[in-house]
């Protein structure tokens, strides 16, 4: 924006105290600056006003290079009152109305107008040049995680819930009933604290310290009453014959302020087994790496059938300070991670089973290499120098090479190509501008003759881990406490092979320590993603469509910063590079080839924007990543690629070149591993003691009765609360869908077939993911017919989850606020690529 800020009063021109004449809103009470100047438009002064105002626009439009200005209307905390709206809005179209009448005289035309992002914001607000808005995309990432985290248990817990309540009452089980209706009031907390912290001082990280730590309480009271929630029901829902005892335990255990801890499983020779449930909430089939920890190596894992699962069993590292510059790092004698993948039904809940072993552990330990590693105490583990030279880790999809110096990935080998691929990971900072780079700003500092610092070479030695095992192969490179960087690919002779996964712990530690510090990780590729003045890259809009960003040399870094909230890619004629993610941050390619995300920052100075104080609270945090590198396919694939567009547009041009879309898609292969990094199977353990040891549980309970296409996401299943009983459930549900849109020209046929082609009711190359509607085939074990009974008013009784009869299905309004028409058929649930609708269930009583 050309002036101070967004406000009305400086949105309209350069004279603030003329812009107040147009801000209209007058509610009863309220006293404030322009209540004086603020007169309502009339046939006896609109001509002046409408002068008056188009004065100031044409000042404003005099700044641009087009003829098309945007004014905003409004500011924080505006429009929270039905009377503001109507009053802005009734005055502003007399406005609008009348100097598009008078086109002539005012050589101009007005609409309303719904904007699209116009990120990067910035104001004109001290020293009269631009200040840019970038710094909250990444600002305080630990709270942003804990606001996804919530997000994901309070969803899981609200699909769970509305199936099994609803159950209960249609079954007459009249104690799991209470159960349900004595904790809803923890789920309405839930969905307030989440709700909350929505707020744009909240989710930015742009409150002050002590606020956000309130709302961070508020998150981790609702993630913890969430996780134990879930464990109630899924209690009542695998019991065979249920008890009224408690027996199930979330694996995490959490801690504020700390990452969370994996439970340890104690399986004994001649002792009890152990087993666990994990849940799938997404609604279809997934591939799931599972880990838990256990107090010793000989361990087996049974699924669901009673079948060995093929298994890894890898170091929990103990990590003693030396010095500030020196660590102790071996694998502990006294804990083991198990790891193995499992194929998870669409939203089900799966038992397996750790037993002892007594073949006992060799050929399912990973084979360790690293210098001064070696524990005497652990003979368990296979344990070698590493050998001089760049590390290499492989699979039959891909090879990775590793600089032997620093630890991180040089280079990716794509077997099926044959080639060598640059795809470089360093880890820099940029030095913060002191006053102008805060919790909303971002900006360099121009002193520095290299607008990066090495960041890391503070931290002395550098260890470096590796772990190669039957199942899985990583390399991780700990610079201190400031970072552990780890690298791993999979070798489970799945579609997850084809995809790297990266994981980052961070911890600035407290301050002044890398104060003035903007931390980022870079990709350097031989990717031709535009000219060197205007590379270009993919930013997701909210988990939508992806965005084009062009690079604008003129304006700096903190002018060319995007946010992010799942996934970001750079790409050329042949290849795309995505990096999907769990959180908002921001992301830019400064560089032909680059691509680099923002993973934390420290300034400790306020930015003059209203929050005070310096950015010093950070926390350890964790970020995942998952990074493909897929093939472009240069010819259309048959059909459609989910984008809506036709056949001329569904043509790959080159980065570069002009299309009439300014968005482009994700794959399914990368839509996948999305929606895996944000919903996570959750994992419970039963705890079987005396009085639960005779518990029989169902160990396989899948819970949808139809099938739903591969691109059909449920974002929630919400049960409504009573009307007239506010904090108590009612039989009716909010069914929120997302056809998540996919490109079928990126990847391969065979990762479009894996996800669609098997046992879907979607064609893959009929796509946009198929026909959008849910299906339901011949009646077999997962499929059940549509028409189960029928209704008083003789219409159908639609059946979409085992054991639940539903009343009725009606379209409603995203909100569920409006009712819509009534659903007879699956084939009415219908929704284009990228669509959202909410329908309403009515369950049976």
């Not at 903190?558 to 042949?574: A, C, H, K, L, M």
Request: glycine share 6%; aromatic share 10%; proline share 4%.
């Amino acid at each position: 924006m050309p002036f101070d800020i967004y406000s009305i009063k400086h949105s309209c021109g350069p004279h603030p105290f003329i812009c107040l004449n147009f801000d209209f809103r007058k509610i009863p009470g309220e006293s404030t600056e322009y209540l004086i100047k603020t007169q309502f438009i009339t046939q006896e002064n609109i001509e002046a006003k409408a002068d008056l105002l188009m004065e100031q626009y044409s000042r404003t439009a005099s700044l641009f290079p087009h003829n098309v200005a945007l004014i905003p209307v409004g500011d924080d905390f505006r429009y929270n009152k039905e009377k503001e709206m109507e009053q802005q809005y009734t005055n502003y179209k007399k406005l609008i109305d009348y100097i598009n009448e008078h086109r002539k005289k005012y050589n101009a035309e007005i609409s309303f107008g719904t904007p699209g992002d116009f990120f990067v914001y910035a104001d004109i607000f001290n020293e009269g040049r631009p200040a840019y808005w970038s710094g909250y995309f990444t600002t305080r990432p630990y709270y942003k995680i804990l606001s996804r985290e919530l997000e994901h248990n309070l969803r899981s817990l609200e699909i769970l819930f509305t199936i099994a309540f609803n159950r209960a009452r249609q079954e007459g089980s009249s104690n799991a009933f209470k159960i349900y209706e004595k904790n809803y009031e923890k789920m309405i907390l839930a969905r307030r604290n989440l709700g909350l912290f929505q707020h744009h001082d909240a989710i930015t990280g742009t409150s002050k310290a002590n606020v956000m730590r309130d709302y961070a309480l508020r998150l981790f009271e609702s993630i913890e009453d969430m996780v134990q929630l879930q464990a109630k029901t899924i209690e009542l829902l695998v019991q065979r014959r249920p008890l009224d005892q408690s027996f199930l335990i979330g694996e995490l255990q959490f801690d504020f302020g700390k990452l969370p801890r994996k439970m340890s499983i104690s399986v004994t020779e001649g002792g009890r087994n152990v087993e666990f449930i994990a849940y799938n909430a997404l609604a279809q089939e997934r591939l799931e790496v599972i880990t838990i920890h256990t107090l010793t190596p000989r361990v087996k894992i049974l699924d669901a059938s009673g079948r060995t699962v093929e298994i890894q069993i890898n170091p929990v590292w103990n990590i003693t300070e030396t010095s500030y510059t020196s660590r102790k790092i071996v694998p502990s004698d006294k804990e083991y991670e198990v790891m193995f993948v499992a194929k998870l039904a669409p939203l089900s809940l799966t038992t397996f089973t750790a037993a002892y072993d007594e073949d006992g552990y060799q050929g399912k330990m990973a084979t360790l290499y690293c210098n001064e590693c070696q524990d005497e105490k652990n003979k368990a583990f296979e344990v070698r120098n590493k050998q001089p030279g760049d590390i290499q880790l492989e699979n039959y999809k891909m090879r990775l090479l590793f600089d032997e110096q620093s630890g991180f990935l040089k280079s990716v080998t794509k077997k099926n190509m044959g080639k060598q691929i640059q795809c470089a990971i360093k880890f820099a900072a940029y030095k913060s501008a002191q006053f102008h780079s805060g919790a909303y700003l971002f900006k360099t500092d121009p002193e520095q003759r290299s607008s990066e610092k090495d960041v890391l070479e503070q931290y002395g030695d550098l260890t470096i881990l590796i772990t190669s095992g039957p199942l899985a192969s990583d390399v991780t490179a700990i610079y201190g406490p400031f970072l552990a960087h780890t690298v791993r690919i999979y070798n489970s002779n799945s579609v997850l092979d084809s995809a790297i996964y990266i994981e980052n712990d961070i911890d600035f530690e407290t301050p002044p320590k890398n104060r003035e510090t903007e931390l980022f990780m870079r990709f350097i590729t031989d990717i031709e993603n535009g000219a060197s003045e205007n590379p270009e890259f993919f930013s997701d809009l909210n988990g939508f469509q992806y965005q084009k960003r062009v690079k604008v040399s003129a304006i700096g870094v903190e002018g060319n910063y995007f946010p992010i909230t799942s996934g970001v890619f750079i790409q050329d004629e042949r290849m795309r590079l995505t990096l999907l993610t769990t959180h908002a941050q921001g992301a830019a390619s400064l560089e032909p080839g680059q691509l680099e995300v923002m993973l934390d920052r420290r300034t400790l100075y306020d930015d003059y924007r209203g929050m005070g104080e310096g950015v010093i609270d950070s926390r350890l945090t964790r970020h995942r990543f998952w990074l493909t590198l897929e093939t472009i396919d240069g010819a259309q694939r048959s059909g459609a690629t989910g984008d809506g567009s036709d056949s001329s547009e569904n043509r790959k041009p080159s980065a570069t070149e002009d299309r009439p879309a300014e968005y482009q898609l994700p794959s399914i292969f990368a839509n996948s591993l999305s929606n895996g990094l944000n919903y996570p199977a959750n994992l419970f353990i039963v705890e079987r003691y005396d009085e639960t040891s005779q518990i029989e549980l169902h160990r396989a309970v899948q819970l949808l009765a139809v099938q739903f296409p591969c691109d059909l996401h449920i974002l929630n299943l919400r049960t409504l609360t009573e009307s007239t009983l506010p904090l108590f459930p009612s039989s009716s549900a909010l069914l929120v869908l997302q056809r998540q849109a996919y490109s079928c020209r990126i990847g391969s046929e065979e990762m479009i077939s894996y996800f669609c082609g098997n046992g879907s009711a979607t064609n893959p190359t009929d796509h946009g993911g198929g026909s959008g509607t849910i299906g339901t085939g011949n009646t077999s074990e997962n499929e059940i017919p549509v028409h189960a009974a029928g209704t008083t008013d003789g219409r159908k009784q639609l059946q979409l989850f085992r054991r639940l009869r539903i009343d009725s299905i009606d379209a409603t309004s995203l909100t569920g606020l409006h009712a819509g028409d009534p659903i007879r058929s699956f084939t009415d649930i219908y929704l284009d690529p990228m669509e959202l609708k909410t329908y309403k269930l009515t369950f049976v009583n």
